[in-house]
């Protein structure tokens, strides 16, 4: 199962960031080499460039658990 993790600002204070963390293999979700994002758009960027994923993992699965606001 994938969980959205709101970092706030721990990585840099007064950045907000966020992560995915997979549960069934117990670790952190990395696309395009990243593993956190400050926005959403920064998000969807590396996941598409993660051909992978892009076709094992709809977008739409990581839209419904974001908790940011509403993405279009």
């Given at each position: 199962m994938i969980r959205f993790i709101d970092l706030?600002?721990?990585?840099?204070e007064g950045t907000k960031s966020f992560a995915w963390f997979d549960t069934v293999i117990d670790k952190f979700e990395t696309f395009n080499?990243?593993?956190t994002w400050e926005t959403w758009e920064k998000f969807e960027e590396d996941f598409k460039a993660e051909k992978f994923h892009y076709t094992s993992k709809p977008l739409e699965r990581y839209k419904r658990l974001f908790q940011w606001?509403?993405?279009k």
């Amino acid at each position: 199962m994938i969980r959205f993790i709101d970092l706030g600002d721990q990585i840099l204070e007064g950045t907000k960031s966020f992560a995915w963390f997979d549960t069934v293999i117990d670790k952190f979700e990395t696309f395009n080499g990243c593993e956190t994002w400050e926005t959403w758009e920064k998000f969807e960027e590396d996941f598409k460039a993660e051909k992978f994923h892009y076709t094992s993992k709809p977008l739409e699965r990581y839209k419904r658990l974001f908790q940011w606001g509403k993405v279009k």
